[in-house]
C-alpha cells in the first residue's frame, strides 16, 4: 500500500517538472520574444540597486561603496522627524491626487467631445493645436500664468473687474491655499491635449459595429458614449490609472518650482525639491538616498494595493 | 525578420559612428600638423590638448577660434577643451565626476573644492609653482599663503582667479532712484532711508501716472526668486553699516557670529520696509514677480526706485537707454538707516583667495600645464586676456594703450559677440592683477579704470553727478580706508565642512527667513514685531547658535592661517 | 429601409444644438492652447532689447529674423541636428517593436512565465538605483562616449508595454485561436495578426517614444558632454538656455557679467521654435492611424 502511494507521489511529482519543461518548449516563441528583455531589465533597472546601500552608510564619494561608515537607519530616523518632510509630503500628495484626478477626467471628456466632431479636419486640427502646450517648456508656461494672475494689468483681473465680480485685483499668486488650485488648472491647460491622445487612440479601437448596432437600436449619443466608447476604453484606463498612482509620490518639481514665490512656499516645496535641497545640493547622498527609497517603496506599496483592489473587484489585473 | 531589423539598424548606429570616428581623426591629424615651429626657450611646443571643467557656464566660449585664443595655441601649443555645467549645477557635475573618479587636466570648481579634495582628486601646487612658475608667484605676492586650504593641510590646491590688488573704481550697488525724481526734487541729499522715502513719496504724488496713464510704482523689489537675497535681505547689512559676510554677521574684535538678521538694527530696517508698504510706497507683487515681469516694469520707466545690484538690472536699463529714456535710469546711493552709520560695501578684504583653478591627479603633464598657466600670469599674458592684442584690438598712443574704438563699441553694445570673437573675458584661467594696478609701461592691467567709467556714463549720469559734485557715484560710498580690514577675508568664502551639520542648520535658516521675511514686510505695522519675534523664534528652534558658533570657529582659524 | 434611413437622418434639436455647442468650445480650447505657442514664436521674431519690456501676446512688436540668424551660425546645432534625428529614428523603431513584442507575451494569460515577469517589469516604474550606479554602469559597459548609450538604456519602455498590453486584451482572443488553428506559432501570430490590429497604440506609443527621444539631452550631458560630435539638438539648445537661477554665486564677477548680459529672452524663444517644430509634425502624420477599427473590421471579414 504505501509503496504503491510513494510511487503515485514519485509518478506525480515527475509529471509536474516535465509538464513544466514541455510547456517551456512549447511556448519557446514566446519565451524568446521576452527572455532577452528579461536580461536587459536585469541589467539596467536592478543591477544598480546597490546604490540604496548608501542610505545605510555616511556615503563620501572617494571610497567604494563597501568601504563605507554604516549608520544603519540613521538617515532614515532624521527624515522622519523633519517636521518640514511632514509638510512637503502634504503638499505633494495633495497636488498629485488633484493632478491625478484631472488628468484621468478632463483628457477622457475632451476625447469623447472630439470623437463627436463630424468634420474630420476641423477635427484633426483642434488635436493638434491642443497638444502644442505640451511642448512649450514650463519655465515659459508658468511665466504666461503668473503674468495672467498679476494684479498688475493681468488678464484674469482685468477681466473679473470688467465684468464687475470684483473691485480690486485679487493677488491669486500670492495666496498659499490657492496654490494647489493653480497649479493643477496650470498643469491641466498644459497636458489635456497630449493626454487625450491616447485616449483617442483606445477609442479608435472600439469595433464600429457596436456604434451601428446600437444607432439601430436607437440610442442617443449620450448612450452611446455610456454604453459603448467608456466601456470600450475601460482597461486602457484603468491600466494607466492604475500605474499612475504609483506616481503620485514622484512628481518631479519643476513645475511647482517656477509658479512659486516666498509667499506661497510653505505650499508648493514638494518632496523631490526637498529631496534637492537637503540631499544632494549639500551633498549629503545618503540622505537623498533614503528619501529615494522612501519614494520607491510607498510607490510600489501604493500601485500593489491599488492593483489589489482592482483584482478583488473586476478579477482582472492591471500587472 | 525583427532581428534582421535589429541587426540591419545596429549595424547602421555601428557605421555611423565609424564614420564620426574617422572624421574626428582627421581633424585631430590636421591639428598636429599645424603645430607650432618656434621653439622658443621650451624644450617642447608640441601641440597638447587640456580639458578644464569649470563651474561656470560660459555660453560665449569660442573653443580657441577667437583672436586671443589662436595666439594662446599658436603660442604655447595647448588647445583647451572646455565643459560646462548644464542644466544641472556645478555641485551635480563635480559630484558625478568624483563617484566615476575620472578627472580632467583643470578644473575650476568653484565651491567643489572641498568634495575634490577629500576625494584626492587635486594636486598640490607649491612645488610645481615653486620651481616653474615665478610670474604666478609675482602676482600672489605676500598673499601666497591665502592660497593654502586649511590649517591642517598646508598644501596650495587652487589658484584663486581674482584680481590681486583689486581697487573697485564704482559703485555697483546701493539704492537707487530714477534721474528724474532727482532733477524734479533739485537734487536733494539721500543718505538715509527718510531722505528715500520722501523724495519718492514726493515725486509719486506730483506725478502718479506716466504719460500714458500707467500708473508709477514707488519702489519694487526683487523678491520673488532667489534675488530676494539681494534686493531685500543684503541691503539691510549694508544699511546698517555691515559688511558682506554671507547671512552671517561677524563681531571684527572677538570674531562672534550671528545671523545678521539676528541684529537688532536690521529688524528696524525691515520695520521701514514694512511701513514703506503700509504707506503704499512698496509695489505689492515685489515678492510674486518673477524676474521677467521686474525687469519689464523697470523697462518701461515706470519704477521710480529700486534696490538692486547693477548687474541685475543692466539687461532692463539698457532697454530703457535703447529708448533713450535716460532720465528714467537710475542713480545710486549708499542709503542707510540713519546719520550713524555708514555704508560698509567697501570694507577691505584683502585678497579674497576664493574660488580658483586646480590641477588634478588625471593631469598628463603637469610641468607644461603649470608653465603655461605661468605664462598667462606674465605680464604679457595679462595684458593679452584683458586688451587682446595690440594692432587688432589696441593700439599704444604715446605710450597709452587705447581701445580701437570699433572694438570698444562692440563691448559696450553687443557684448556676447565681443567675447566671442576677440576671445577677450575668456581666458581668465590663472592669476592676474585686479583692477587699478599698474603694468611696468605705466598702463593698468586690466580695462576697467576711471576714465574708461565715466566714458560709460550717460548724459544724465554726469549732470546727476555734476549737480551733487562728484565724478562717479563711488564718491557718495565712504573712502576705502574709512574701515579696518578684515583679517579673515569675506565671510561668504569660508564653507562649512561637507559632512557638518551646520549646512543643514543653514539650508533650513534661509527656508525660514524667505517665509518670514516677506511676511514681516507685508504684515499689518502693528503686527510687525510679533512676526519677526516669532521669525527670531524659529531660528532658535532649530539651533542657529550651534551654527553661528561653528562659524565663528571658522573664521578665527582663518584669522590666524592668514596672519602668518 | 427607407424608414431606417429617414430615422438615421433625422437629427434632433438637441443634437444639433451640441454640436454647435460642442464646435464653439472646440474652438476656445483651440484658441486657449494655442496662446502659449504663438506667445513664443512671436517673441522669437521680436527685437531682443524689445523683449525686455515685455507684453507681447501674439505678434511680435518689432520684427526681426535676426534672433534665428544668430541660431544658425552655431555649427554644432547642424550636429546635434543630425544626431538627433537619427536617435529618433531608431530610438523609435526600436522602442515600437520591443514595446509591443513583450507586450504580446505578457498579455498571454497562459504564459507560463507570466507571474512573474510582469511584476518584475512593473515594479522598475517606481524605482531607481540613482545618479551615480546609473553612471558606473555605464562606464563599465562601456557605453561612456558612444552614440548606443542612447538607444541601449532606452531600448524598452515599461509603461508603453502596459499600455500597448492593454489595448491587446481587448481585441477578440478568437482571433489568435484561429491563427493558431491554422498552425502559426507565437512568433508568426504577433507579427502577422496582432500588430497590424495595433495600429492606433502603435502609432500612440510611437509618438512618445520619438517626442522622448527628440527631447532627451540630460544623457547626452551625463555621457557624451566630452564627445561633441555625439551632441544632440535639446542639448546644444539647454547649454545656450543656461539659466542663472543659481543663487550660491552671485558674488563671483564672472557670474555676474552672465547675468547681467544673459541670453537675450527672444533668442530662447527663437531656440525653442527651432527645436521644437520639427517632432510638432509628427503628429499629424500619425492621426491617420488612428481611425476607427478599420483594420480590425477588414481583418475580421
Known amino acids: 500500500m504505501k509503496s504503491q502511494t510513494s510511487n503515485q507521489n514519485s509518478v506525480a511529482k515527475i509529471s509536474s517538472t516535465k509538464r513544466f519543461f514541455r510547456t517551456m518548449v512549447q511556448q519557446k516563441y514566446l519565451y524568446f520574444m521576452s527572455l532577452p528583455f528579461v536580461i536587459w531589465i536585469i541589467v539596467f533597472s536592478y543591477v544598480p540597486i546597490w546604490g540604496w546601500l548608501m542610505a545605510f552608510q555616511n556615503y563620501r564619494p572617494r571610497n567604494n561603496i563597501l568601504n563605507q561608515d554604516w549608520v544603519g537607519f540613521k538617515h532614515f530616523i532624521e527624515l522622519f522627524s523633519d517636521e518640514r518632510f511632514y509638510l512637503v509630503l502634504r503638499n505633494t500628495l495633495a497636488m498629485s491626487s488633484m493632478g491625478l484626478i484631472v488628468s484621468f477626467t478632463v483628457p477622457v471628456i475632451f476625447a469623447l467631445l472630439l470623437n463627436e466632431l463630424r468634420q474630420q479636419f476641423f477635427k484633426r486640427t483642434i488635436q493638434t493645436i491642443a497638444y502644442l502646450p505640451h511642448f512649450v517648456s514650463w519655465v515659459v508656461v508658468s511665466g504666461i500664468v503668473t503674468k495672467m494672475l498679476s494684479t498688475d494689468g493681468g488678464a484674469v483681473n482685468e477681466l473679473l473687474m470688467a465684468l464687475h465680480i470684483i473691485d480690486q485685483p485679487i493677488q491669486f499668486m500670492a495666496k498659499g491655499e490657492w496654490f494647489w488650485g493653480i497649479v493643477t488648472i496650470a498643469d491641466a491647460w498644459k497636458e489635456t491635449g497630449w493626454n487625450t491622445i491616447i485616449f483617442l487612440a483606445a477609442m479608435s479601437g472600439i469595433d464600429p459595429e457596436l456604434y451601428e448596432a446600437s444607432t439601430v437600436d436607437g440610442a442617443g449619443r449620450f448612450r452611446k458614449m455610456w454604453h459603448i466608447t467608456l466601456p470600450g476604453i475601460r482597461t486602457t484606463f484603468m491600466v494607466l490609472f492604475i500605474l499612475s498612482i504609483g506616481h503620485l509620490i514622484s512628481i518631479g518639481f519643476e513645475k511647482q518650482f517656477l509658479l512659486s514665490n516666498p509667499l506661497v512656499n510653505d505650499y508648493a516645496e514638494v518632496l523631490d525639491l526637498y529631496a534637492l535641497n537637503y540631499g544632494i545640493n549639500l551633498s549629503r547622498y545618503s540622505y537623498g538616498t533614503a528619501i529615494g527609497i522612501f519614494n520607491s517603496v510607498v510607490s510600489i506599496i501604493l500601485v500593489f494595493l491599488a492593483n489589489f483592489i482592482y483584482k478583488k473587484v473586476t478579477k482582472e489585473s492591471v500587472i | 525578420m525583427k532581428k534582421v531589423k535589429l541587426g540591419l539598424s545596429l549595424l547602421l548606429v555601428m557605421t555611423m559612428l565609424f564614420l564620426a570616428a574617422c572624421g574626428n581623426n582627421s581633424n585631430n591629424a590636421g591639428s598636429t600638423n599645424s603645430g607650432s615651429s618656434n621653439s622658443g626657450e621650451e624644450a617642447s611646443l608640441e601641440p597638447m590638448t587640456l580639458r578644464l571643467a569649470s563651474g561656470d557656464a560660459n555660453p560665449q566660449w569660442d573653443n580657441m577660434q577667437s583672436d586671443i585664443g589662436q595666439f594662446i595655441k599658436e603660442k604655447t601649443g595647448i588647445t583647451i577643451e572646455q565643459e560646462f555645467p548644464v542644466g544641472g549645477s556645478d555641485a551635480d557635475m563635480f559630484a558625478l565626476m568624483v563617484a566615476s573618479d575620472e578627472y580632467p587636466d583643470l578644473v575650476m570648481p568653484k565651491g567643489n573644492v572641498n568634495k575634490l579634495v577629500d576625494a584626492g582628486a587635486l594636486i598640490d601646487l607649491r612645488p610645481l609653482l615653486e620651481e616653474h612658475a615665478p610670474n604666478i608667484m609675482k602676482v600672489y605676492g605676500e598673499y601666497i599663503n591665502r592660497l593654502v586650504h586649511s590649517a591642517e593641510d598646508d598644501s596650495i590646491y587652487v589658484l584663486p582667479l581674482d584680481g590681486v590688488g583689486q581697487t573697485y573704481f564704482d559703485a555697483g550697488g546701493g539704492f537707487q532712484i530714477q534721474h528724474q525724481v532727482l532733477e524734479e526734487l533739485g537734487y536733494p541729499e539721500i543718505k538715509t532711508v527718510k531722505d528715500y522715502e520722501n523724495a519718492i513719496k514726493t515725486y509719486l504724488e506730483k506725478n502718479p501716472t506716466t504719460e500714458d496713464g500707467q500708473p508709477r510704482i514707488g519702489l519694487s ?3 520673488g526668486e532667489w534675488q530676494i537675497l539681494i534686493s531685500v535681505t543684503n541691503p539691510a547689512f549694508y544699511a546698517t553699516g555691515a559688511p558682506d559676510d554671507g547671512e552671517f554677521y561677524v563681531n571684527q574684535d572677538t570674531y562672534e557670529v550671528i545671523m545678521h538678521y539676528q541684529r537688532p538694527e536690521e529688524r528696524e530696517y525691515f520695520r521701514w520696509l514694512n511701513h514703506m508698504n503700509d504707506i503704499g510706497l512698496l509695489d505689492k507683487e515685489s515678492f510674486v514677480q518673477k524676474y521677467d515681469q521686474y525687469k519689464s516694469k523697470i523697462a518701461s520707466g515706470r519704477v521710480l526706485g529700486i534696490i538692486d545690484q547693477d548687474w541685475d538690472y543692466a539687461e532692463a536699463e539698457n532697454a530703457l537707454k535703447a529708448e533713450g529714456k535716460f532720465e528714467q535710469t537710475y542713480a545710486n546711493f549708499p542709503v542707510t538707516l540713519d546719520e550713524s552709520y555708514q555704508d560698509a560695501s567697501f570694507m577691505g578684504t584683502g585678497y ?72 577677450i573675458g575668456n581666458y581668465f584661467m590663472s592669476a592676474r592683477y585686479g583692477d587699478g594696478v599698474l603694468d611696468s609701461t605705466g598702463n593698468y592691467f586690466t580695462t576697467n579704470f576711471p576714465d574708461q567709467i565715466v566714458a560709460q556714463y550717460s548724459e544724465a549720469d554726469k549732470k546727476t553727478l555734476a549737480a551733487y559734485g562728484k565724478t562717479v557715484y563711488k564718491d557718495f560710498w565712504p573712502a576705502d580706508d574709512a574701515f579696518k580690514e578684515r583679517a579673515y577675508g569675506a565671510g561668504w568664502t569660508i564653507n562649512f565642512d561637507t559632512a557638518s551639520d551646520a549646512n543643514v542648520i543653514f539650508q533650513k535658516s534661509q527656508d525660514i527667513m524667505k517665509k518670514y521675511i516677506p511676511q514681516a514686510i507685508l504684515a499689518d505695522p502693528a503686527d510687525f514685531d510679533k512676526v519677526y519675534d516669532e521669525f527670531m523664534a524659529e531660528l532658535d528652534k532649530i539651533n542657529v547658535a550651534k551654527m553661528n558658533a561653528e562659524y565663528s570657529e571658522l573664521i578665527k582659524k582663518r584669522v590666524e592661517m592668514w596672519s602668518k | 429601409m427607407s424608414t431606417q434611413k429617414g430615422l438615421l437622418n433625422q437629427r434632433s434639436f438637441g443634437d444639433k444644438s451640441f454640436d454647435v455647442f460642442n464646435i464653439l468650445f472646440m474652438i476656445v480650447v483651440g484658441i486657449v492652447t494655442l496662446y502659449p505657442f504663438l506667445n513664443v514664436l512671436a517673441i522669437s521674431f521680436n527685437d531682443s532689447v524689445d523683449t525686455v519690456r515685455g507684453g507681447i501676446s501674439i505678434y511680435p512688436r ?47 494569460v497562459d504564459f507560463q512565465a507570466r507571474k512573474w515577469m ?141 547675468i547681467a548680459s544673459v541670453s537675450p529672452e527672444s533668442i530662447k524663444m527663437a531656440i525653442t521654435i527651432v527645436v521644437t517644430v520639427p517632432i510638432l509634425v509628427v503628429y499629424p502624420f500619425l492621426q491617420k492611424y488612428f481611425v476607427k477599427g478599420m483594420t480590425l473590421g477588414a481583418v475580421k471579414s
Open chain 2, 352 to 423: 579674497l583667495a576664493s574660488y580658483g583653478i586646480g590641477i588634478t591627479v588625471d593631469a598628463k603633464d603637469p610641468v607644461r600645464i603649470i608653465k603655461f598657466l605661468d605664462y598667462l600670469a606674465s605680464e604679457e599674458g595679462q595684458i593679452l586676456v584683458n586688451w587682446g592684442i595690440e594692432g587688432q584690438h589696441y593700439t599704444v598712443e604715446d605710450g597709452k594703450r587705447v581701445i580701437i574704438p570699433e572694438v570698444l563699441d562692440m563691448k559696450v553694445n553687443d557684448n556676447n559677440t565681443f567675447k566671442k570673437q576677440t576671445g
Open chain 3, 118 to 258: 510582469s511584476p518584475l517589469f512593473a515594479t522598475t516604474m517606481y524605482f531607481s538605483g540613482g545618479l551615480i550606479p546609473g553612471y558606473m554602469l555605464m562606464r563599465h559597459l562601456g557605453l561612456i562616449g558612444t552614440f548606443e548609450v542612447y538607444l541601449l538604456p532606452a531600448l524598452l519602455s515599461v509603461w508603453n508595454v502596459f499600455i500597448v498590453r492593454s489595448y491587446i486584451d481587448g481585441l477578440p482572443l478568437a482571433l489568435q485561436e484561429s491563427a493558431k488553428l491554422d498552425g502559426a506559432n507565437d512568433f508568426v501570430i504577433f507579427w502577422k495578426v496582432i500588430l497590424p490590429l495595433c495600429t492606433p497604440v502603435l502609432a500612440t506609443i510611437a509618438l512618445f517614444v520619438a517626442v522622448g527621444h527628440w527631447n532627451a539631452w540630460f544623457d547626452t550631458y551625463l555621457y557624451n558632454s566630452r564627445s561633441p560630435e555625439l551632441t544632440t539638438l535639446q542639448y546644444e539648445l539647454m547649454k545656450v538656455l543656461q539659466s542663472t537661477s543659481s543663487s550660491t554665486n552671485y558674488r563671483d564677477p564672472n557670474a555676474q557679467q552672465a
Open chain 3, 62 to 108: 518689432e520684427f526681426t529674423l535676426e534672433n534665428y540668424k544668430t541660431i544658425f551660425a552655431y555649427d554644432t546645432l547642424l550636429t546635434g541636428l543630425q544626431n538627433t534625428v537619427i536617435r529618433t529614428v531608431l530610438g523609435t523603431l526600436i522602442g515600437v517593436l520591443t514595446a509591443s513584442m513583450l507586450a504580446y507575451t505578457l498579455s498571454r
Open chain 2, 221 to 223: 523689489l526683487n523678491g
